[in-house]
């Protein structure tokens, strides 16, 4: 969707700079009073977000909530994320194949969390998501410490948000897709770069063949 094509006030903030707690206010008084209900409105905020450069707090929780809500409860079947609803999440993030924005990437994990149910190729595709900003982190940052370029316990949630709904009475139940992709994150880095943590979950993992038992 086009900043032209939107709607007043959505026009207005769509051609701003930033967007403050007042400016949210605005959208949810007069563009979208019942919240986000339909396709078009998602793809409003969607492109809203893409023109603002400074969003303030307020906007960030608005803009991944009213997604969230709006993909996984109002879209049938309402509280699961069904293959169907996966595939046009996906498109919505990522039109390119990779999700550019982190806030993007948290409307995605906050999905998955809200959703009672979530198919093998969503949770693939988020942890691949996970692997790809490892990557670009690690381009990024290949002239510091060994360390830094590892998986640390802040990459190790994110990748445990997804997982969520594979954990069954302390095991983790892992689709062949999801532990393909997994490895893949592992080798972005040698194990000494890593998480003590993240190794001995690979190395479990690697043990196993039909679930991890993380219980001990």
């Not at 998602?42 to 997604?67: D, G, K, Q």
């Not at 997994?182 to 190794?199: K, R, S």
Request: aromatic share 6%; charged share 20%; glycine share 4%.
């Amino acid at each position: 969707m086009s900043v032209e094509g939107l709607p007043f006030p959505a026009c207005m903030l769509a051609g701003k700079n930033s967007i403050s707690s007042s400016d949210v206010m605005l959208l949810r008084k007069y563009s979208l009073p019942d919240g986000v209900t339909s396709w078009a409105d998602a793809h409003m905020l969607i492109t809203i977000s893409r023109n603002c450069e400074v969003p303030c707090p307020e906007w960030e929780s608005y803009f991944v909530e009213s997604l969230a809500l709006f993909v996984v409860h109002h879209l049938q079947p309402a509280g699961t994320l069904s293959e169907s609803k996966s595939r046009w999440l996906q498109r919505l993030l990522a039109p390119s194949g990779t999700i550019q924005s982190a806030l993007e990437m948290e409307v995605l994990l906050h999905s998955i969390e809200i959703a009672a149910e979530t198919p093998v190729s969503l949770s693939a595709f988020a942890l691949d998501q996970i692997r790809k900003c490892l990557m670009a982190r690690l381009l990024d940052i290949a002239d510091q410490d060994l360390e830094v370029r590892g998986i640390s316990q802040h990459d190790m949630e994110a990748i445990w948000r997804v997982l969520r709904a594979a954990v069954d009475r302390g095991h983790v139940m892992l689709m062949p897709l999801e532990r393909m992709v997994l490895m893949a994150i592992d080798a972005i880095a040698p194990p000494e770069a890593h998480d003590p943590a993240w190794n001995e979950f690979v190395a479990r993992l690697r043990d196993q063949d039909d679930c991890l038992d993380i219980s001990a």
